[in-house]
T-cell receptor, first 115, second 109 residues
């Protein structure tokens, strides 16, 4: 079974703190993604990566950065957390190739509260 | 206009009912389409892909109408275990999936 593991299920941080959310996948997937999910807004793509050291902005990258130094690991960084970044953060991974099925494998999510 | 739009519901139906969800997408160049299911406090998981010819998986039928930019999911003989949020998903830009906000289904005994 594909496993996508997010480092923290629940975090509480203060405004202005730097926050790291880490994600590791064990299926040698090329693609990795960070989404946030908010009630009434659904899942919104923050950043994604097609390969090591590559990153592309999604729909809402402001206030976030990412790092992909190894194929299996994709980190989301909030340089200075703000209250409007309180959300559920979901990491996902997928294959890239001819038989790409559109299946994303998600981690269990990290619920971040910024006070 | 949102890229992928769904009726958020909730849809409250009795066991055994047939229920249909609709979804529209804005980009006519979209390539592929999917339905995901998300249980309460869980991560989304792929339910089924949606093919131009329509496709069926047990009690679930998915259909695509490219001319109208419309996707549907039909669930027959609803079970209590079908209660979840159903997410319409569009592959809009080659490998990047765009999610609708989801339609909540509650199946009651």
């Amino acid at each position: 079974d594909v496993k996508v593991t997010q480092s923290s299920r629940y975090l509480v941080k203060r405004t202005g703190e730097k926050v790291f959310l880490e994600c590791v996948q064990d299926m040698d997937h090329e693609n990795m993604f960070w989404y946030r999910q908010d009630p009434g807004l659904g899942l919104r793509l923050i950043y994604f990566s097609y390969d090591v050291k590559m990153k592309e902005k999604g729909d809402i990258p402001e206030g976030y950065s990412v790092s992909r130094e190894k194929k299996e690991r994709f980190s989301l960084i909030l340089e200075s957390a703000s209250t409007n970044q309180t959300s559920m953060y979901l990491c996902a991974s997928s294959f890239q190739g001819q038989d790409y099925t559109g299946e994303l494998f998600f981690g269990e999510g990290s619920r971040l509260t910024v006070l | 206009r949102k890229e992928v739009e769904q009726d958020p519901g909730p849809f409250n139906v009795p066991e055994g009912a047939t229920v249909a969800f609709n979804c529209t997408y804005s980009n006519s160049a979209s390539q592929s389409f999917f339905w995901y299911r998300q249980d309460c406090r869980k991560e989304p998981k792929l339910l089924m892909s949606v093919y131009s010819s329509g496709n069926e998986d047990g009690r679930f039928t998915a259909q695509l109408n490219r001319a109208s930019q419309y996707i549907s999911l039909l669930i027959r003989d609803s079970k209590l275990s079908d209660s979840a949020t159903y997410l319409c998903v569009v592959n809009d830009r080659g490998g990047k999936l765009i999610f609708g906000q989801g339609t909540e289904l509650s199946v009651k005994p």
